[in-house]
T-cell receptor, first 111, second 113 residues
């Protein structure tokens, strides 16, 4: 069974700071998805990364997929209070029918 | 607004009650999911339906009974729950075939007293 570990578990920063959160897998990712879950809502997909070493940008968010396909990072530049939420990485099993989530990083951005 | 609609948003039930959670999507997705999320934890998969057939049951106790009446609807019937079953229950849908993203509803916050 694949294990996804995210770090840090919790992060509290001031508005305008930069941050990076990480997702590491016990086995090779098939295709990694990043979700954000805001309080009182369901998770929402941010990005899917599928290619070794891939970098994707979504406004102030930069996602990187490791060359060995066992790690990924999410970097946020100039964080804003609206970035507050639970950031989850997720991957499918080999059969492609079960999406499993990492433990999440809970981010709080203070004004 | 999410394209996956879950009702009710909040539910309080006693341990002897029978209740149902409902989920609806009109995106033409043929895979639907139930996840359970405890406070400060990630969502945990409970059931997967593919083309209205149950394809995965993650060893969920029988007091949780899923039902997929048609491709747009997914229900979760609850009976004789325990207080530790209190959680946020999330429904999701996706296209089948390939590792496609999930579209989640905003969940039902369930409290068992």
């Amino acid at each position: 069974t694949q294990l996804l570990e995210q770090s840090p578990q919790f992060l509290s920063i001031q508005e305008g700071e930069n941050l990076t959160v990480y997702c590491n897998s016990s086995s090779v990712f098939s295709s990694l998805q990043w979700y954000r879950q805001e309080p009182g809502e369901g998770p929402v997909l941010l990005v899917t990364v599928v290619t070794d070493g891939e970098v994707k940008k979504l406004k102030r968010l930069t996602f990187q997929f490791g060359d060995a396909r066992k790690d990924s990072s999410l970097h946020i530049t100039a964080a804003q209070p609206g970035d507050t939420g639970l950031y989850l990485c997720a991957d499918y099993n080999n059969a492609g029918n079960m999406l499993t989530f990492g433990g999440g990083t809970r981010l709080m951005v203070k004004p | 607004d999410t394209e996956v609609t879950q009702t009710p948003k909040h539910l309080v039930m006693g341990m002897t009650n029978k209740k149902s959670l409902k989920c609806e999507q009109h995106m033409g997705h043929r895979a639907m999911y139930w996840y359970k999320q405890k406070a400060k934890k990630p969502p945990e998969l409970m059931f997967v339906y593919s083309y209205e057939k149950l394809s995965i049951n993650e060893s969920v106790p029988s007091r949780f009974s899923p039902e997929c009446p048609n491709s747009s609807l997914l229900n979760l019937h609850l009976h004789a729950l325990q207080p530790e079953d209190s959680a946020l229950y999330l429904c999701a849908s996706s296209h089948t075939g390939g590792r496609t993203p999930l579209h989640f509803g905003n969940g039902t916050r369930l409290t068992v007293t």
